[in-house]
T-cell receptor
């Protein structure tokens, strides 16, 4: 079946622009995660949804970052007034259960470059 | 608080040789531990996970890992490296809050 998809795969933004990154999780998956992966680093947790509820947003680096999942399926990560330090790969993952031991399935990521 | 340390950002082995990628964790609660592999331009793929059922965990592509509580380690091994194993490998830990805490990754090169 289809895996997690993300769009766009690549995004170039000028500093100060707003961007929106989309994640389509595996159908029926309850849990959805966003991670940020800087070049040469491991992923860093941003936020977690269980269905449409955002249960944890402790990893969002500033109030310029906003995520939503209004119908409990597709999710959008929005970054306002982008800065150069926002350049990274943004990874989305979904899981069919809510336990901490459940596998997270990852999309290919969106590579954001802020000029 | 939880953390993961991967010793060695780059590991190089010959084809057919043993692969050993090191991971040490810190966790104040019983941990769940994961190894993921990332091929270029592809998403992270789960290799194996430890969820307290058994200390020796077997995963895909011939990889396995052993959970050692006394050493707070979860090292990844494969008896014989294949060229197709060249990739980035990440160790991660999860507690009771669902999110994964990741190491910095180890890049594995396999030489012919």
């Amino acid at each position: 079946g289809a895996g997690v998809s993300q769009s766009p795969r690549y995004k170039v933004a000028k500093r100060g622009q707003d961007v929106a990154l989309r994640c389509d999780p595996i159908s029926g998956h309850v849990s959805l995660f966003w991670y940020q992966q800087a070049l040469g680093q491991g992923p860093e947790f941003l936020t977690y949804f269980q269905n449409e509820a955002q249960l944890d947003k402790s990893g969002l680096p500033s109030d310029r970052f906003f995520a939503e999942r209004p119908e409990g399926s597709v999710s959008t990560l929005k970054i306002q007034r982008t800065q150069q330090e926002d350049s990274a790969v943004y990874l989305c993952a979904s899981s069919d259960m809510t336990g901490s031991y459940n596998e997270q399935f990852f999309g290919p990521g969106t590579r954001l470059t802020v000029l | 608080a939880q953390s993961v340390t991967q010793l060695g950002s780059h590991v190089s082995v010959s084809e057919g040789a043993l692969v050993l990628l090191r991971c040490n964790y810190s966790s104040s609660v019983p941990p769940y531990l994961f190894w993921y592999v990332q091929y270029p331009n592809q998403g992270l793929q789960l290799l194996l996970k430890y969820t307290s059922a058994a200390t020796l965990v077997k995963g895909i592509n011939g990889f396995e890992a052993e959970f050692k509580k006394s050493e707070t380690s979860f090292h990844l091994t494969k008896p014989s490296a294949h060229m197709s194993d060249a990739a980035e490998y990440f160790c991660a830990v999860s507690g009771n809050n669902r999110k994964l805490i990741w190491g910095l990754g180890t890049s594995l090169a396999v030489n012919p």
